[in-house]
């Protein structure tokens, strides 16, 4: 997959040359360009921003050099463009496995108020473009949340992570336990500080540890994100789901109701 990054901090990805997308990046799974915005102005102070129409506070950045820096890294590809910005839509892992299928992604940084929005008017008649937010916090720039996307999405390419089952788990994966966050890992020693790994995990029962991993989830999921619960498919939901569920004073609807 060919990733190019346009951002006026191309530093702040030194960390996509360690680890998983490091290794990615070495065996040519993973071709990341980086760019520098400025290298497109033509002013001696490099100027990529400017006031915005109808007044306001901060800065937005000017079409013209996003577009000469768009044209030269594009050439006449047509590479699916990303733009985080906290007004985009939400980044869920549904959308890091549907970017993670595209042969090349176009990730543009803004920082200030953002990009002019012509920008993605015009590129959005030639190719896909998304406006994504990580989550409901605003950061300083996009360079952050580009860096998020890239982990999500890298991990998901073939051969990056050495245990493909772990992809599967994953807490947000489809398949793996529906809609629930992952329960507590342990490893060895058996006892730390005084501290016992649960019995049933030492236990052998494959079956038995199974129920428990999803009571732990549920637990979790309880505590963490209940409307992850609430959204669940009641049919889901096994009699042990339902007791415990009604343990922890959670309410679903009841099995068997005659509509
Ligand atoms: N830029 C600033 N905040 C952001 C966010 N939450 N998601 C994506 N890009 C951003």
Known sequence: MRLDIISIFPEYFAPLDVSLIGKARERGTL?????QLRDWTHDVHKTVDDTPYGGGPGMVMKPEVWGEAIDTVIGSGEPRMIVPTPSGRPFTQELAQELAREQWLLFCCGRYEGIDSRV????????????VSIGDYVLAGGEVAVLVMVEAIGRLLPGVLGNACSVADDSFAPGAMQNLLEGPVYTKPPVWRGHEVPAVLLSGHHGKVARWRRDEALRRTVANRPELVAAMDPDTLDKHDRRLLDELSFRVEPEDVAN
């Open 31 to 35: 071709d990341v360009r980086l760019h």
């Open 120 to 131: 993605m008017r015009e590129y959005g008649s030639r190719m896909r473009v998304d406006e």
